[in-house]
């Protein structure tokens, strides 16, 4: 049975440090100055082992996911990828839209705030209401069965 009050605060898994956020790749606690993808492992190996596939779709520059805190409890994620399509887009030329979502994650008795950039490329950003282009093709799924349900709804009544 879960006790409030008797859990520690979690402390950094590379320095021992206070932790702030966990990592939202490898989950694990890390303090404000290991946060960042490059400043722990697993994840700062797992970057450098990708660097040649994390490059814009478009134009090829690399891109870099990244996350940072700006205190304890406020951290940012940014994939650096289209949240229509997945693929890596280039914040300088080829990201056509950026917002934030901001989600609330309670820790213990912490609660953080993890905003997630979000955003799209110039072929998600006009479809973005339906979530880009994998959104697209699974409208189209759902209204195709759709179609084929009141196909036969209207077969049966004849
Ligand atoms: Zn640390
Ligand atoms: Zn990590
Ligand atoms: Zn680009
Ligand atoms: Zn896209």
């Not at 946060?35 to 994840?43: A, I, L, M, T, Y």
């Amino acid at each position: 049975m879960a006790q409030v009050g008797v859990y520690p605060v979690p402390s950094c898994r590379e320095c021992g440090l206070e932790s702030a956020g966990r990592c939202t790749v490898c989950r694990r606690s890390l303090c404000i100055d290991h946060f960042g993808f490059e400043d722990h492992n697993p994840c700062a190996a797992r970057l450098a082992r990708h660097a040649a596939d994390t490059i814009c779709y478009v134009c090829g520059v690399p891109v870099r996911p990244q996350q940072w805190s700006t205190s304890i409890f406020a951290h940012y994620i940014d994939s650096g990828a289209c949240a229509g399509c997945g693929r890596y887009i280039c914040t300088e030329r080829h990201t056509r839209l950026r917002g934030e979502q901001v989600e609330l994650v309670r820790d213990h008795l912490r609660s953080h705030r993890y905003h997630r950039v979000t955003r799209y490329c110039s072929v998600c950003a006009p479809l973005r209401g339906i979530g880009g282009l994998l959104g697209a093709g699974r409208w189209a799924a759902l209204l195709s069965s759709a179609g084929a349900l009141a196909f036969l709804i209207a077969t049966k009544a004849l």
